[in-house]
């Protein structure tokens, strides 16, 4: 059986050590030789590699794991690039949450002008993978995590068309975990079917073996939102932060009954809510530091002075999504995902050249969408809203335009008005001096 070379770019991640084990819980089936990780942080990479070498090895000492800062070591003959680039580091993710917060709008890392401050960081190194992925690994498939996800696929669907990629998110994987937890159900058992944007889509059927259960599970999340009736499984999305989340989906489902909303449209539905909820001096990025990367750093800490590996990490639904994806494509499996791809008629009355999130099966060929129905006005014209600010916003960053940046501001439904967007722009301008394109 072929074995396979795996590159993860953005090597440094504190994900990086859960992907390597999801790989090798599927090590029999999905049979990998190499891993590479690159990154530009070499001294970051180095200690995640320490740790993520510990646990390869607990599973089979065959598997070489090689971090590397040199892109030609790294995807030279890889078969499948993760990508998760996280630009600016938490560092920088804690000034998109806290400046937008500062001015009484929504700070959040993917959504509103936090999200499209992190995607003006993204949007030039992910182009740059693309081409390395092109040069040294043509016939690989990247596979991306990075966010904002649908700013990076906007950037890439019309920079780099041809690129051999999968945008994807785990989010609704998640959503789906609970679900099938709320309805008492194996979770292999779920198929749904979606619409949207990545972070601005709605669930309109749950079917479980075939049959809808979206009636049962609507009621019971009008009043309990996602929080499931025992602990999940879902241990990413568990903290109090997403607890919030998870009771939000019921407000919104109070008020919009149809469909059940993506969390993430909290922060455009009831994004006073939000505000008021978020503690605006340690916000989401200060607990994933005091948390995740410090329980991490940590054990690696451990490992450097003891020996003794402890595993300071989880395989969440981030892991094992990615891998999924790849071993679909890498044995023609056609599984059901829902992935982020050019419309091109999917949903019959938005743009073909929406980036939308929408089921599909995939292939050793690709993706294969599923086709939609037409949408109603209410979600075609809060789509259409949010599509214009990130298109207008990849204008922005590829052709350094500051009028257009305003603009993609003053369309995104988070903030209220064109003179609130230019003082938050104005500061995330300063905020990003070293990593956003110059804006004339």
């Not at 003959?77 to 993710?93: E, P």
Request: charged share 25%; net charge negative; with cysteine.
């Amino acid at each position: 059986m072929k074995t396979f070379k795996i590159a993860i770019a953005g090597g440094g991640s504190t994900y990086t050590p859960g992907i390597a084990k999801a790989l090798m819980l599927k090590k029999e089936d999905f049979p990998v030789s190499e891993i590479y990780l690159y990154d530009i942080n070499e001294e970051r990479q180095q200690k995640v590699a320490m740790i993520t070498q510990k646990v390869v090895a607990e599973f089979d000492s065959s598997v070489t794991v090689v971090p590397t800062i040199n892109p030609k070591t790294a995807f030279e003959g890889a078969d499948f690039i993760f990508a998760q680039l996280r630009v600016g580091g938490n560092t920088m993710r804690e000034k998109d949450e806290k400046i937008p917060f500062s001015h009484g709008i929504v700070g959040q890392e993917t959504c509103g002008p936090g999200g499209m401050a992190y995607g003006m960081r993204t949007i030039g190194p992910m182009i740059e993978l693309c081409d390395f992925a092109a040069k040294y690994a043509p016939n690989a498939w990247i596979i991306n995590y990075s966010n904002p996800a649908a700013i990076v696929a906007e950037a890439i669907r019309k920079e780099r068309p041809n690129a051999r990629i999968l945008n994807i998110c785990d989010m609704p994987i998640g959503m789906m975990l609970r679900m099938a937890e709320i309805l008492d159900v194996d979770k292999g058992d779920i198929e749904v079917d979606y619409f949207g944007l990545n972070h601005f889509g709605w669930f309109t059927d749950v079917y479980v073996k075939g049959k809808s259960r979206m009636n049962e599970l609507r009621e019971y999340m009008r009043v309990n939102g996602l929080v499931t009736p025992e602990q999940s499984k879902d241990l990413q999305h568990s903290d109090a932060d997403w607890i919030k989340a998870h009771k939000n989906v019921a407000k919104m489902l109070q008020l919009f009954p149809e469909y059940i909303p993506s969390s993430y449209l909290q922060y455009y539905l009831i994004p006073q809510t939000v505000v008021e909820q978020t503690d605006r001096s340690y916000t989401r990025a200060n607990r994933v530091m005091d948390n995740r990367e410090k329980n991490l750093f940590d054990s690696i800490k451990h490992l450097e002075e003891t020996g003794e590996f402890q595993e300071g990490f989880k395989v969440g639904v981030h892991g094992t999504f990615i891998v999924d994806v790849a071993m679909s494509i890498a044995f023609d499996q056609r599984a059901r995902f829902l992935l982020i791809l050019e419309n091109n008629g999917a949903i019959p009355n938005l743009p073909d050249d929406a980036m939308v999130e929408i089921p599909a099966y995939v292939t050793s060929r690709g993706p294969e969408p599923v086709s939609l129905k037409p949408i109603g006005l209410f979600y075609k014209g809060l789509i259409e809203q949010q599509l214009a600010s990130e298109k207008i916003l990849v204008e922005a960053a590829l052709e350094g335009s500051y009028q257009k940046a305003l603009q993609a501001f003053a369309l995104n439904k988070t903030i209220p008005s064109a003179e609130v967007a230019k003082v938050i722009l104005d500061d995330l301008i300063e905020a990003n001096e070293k990593f956003w394109p110059v804006l004339k």
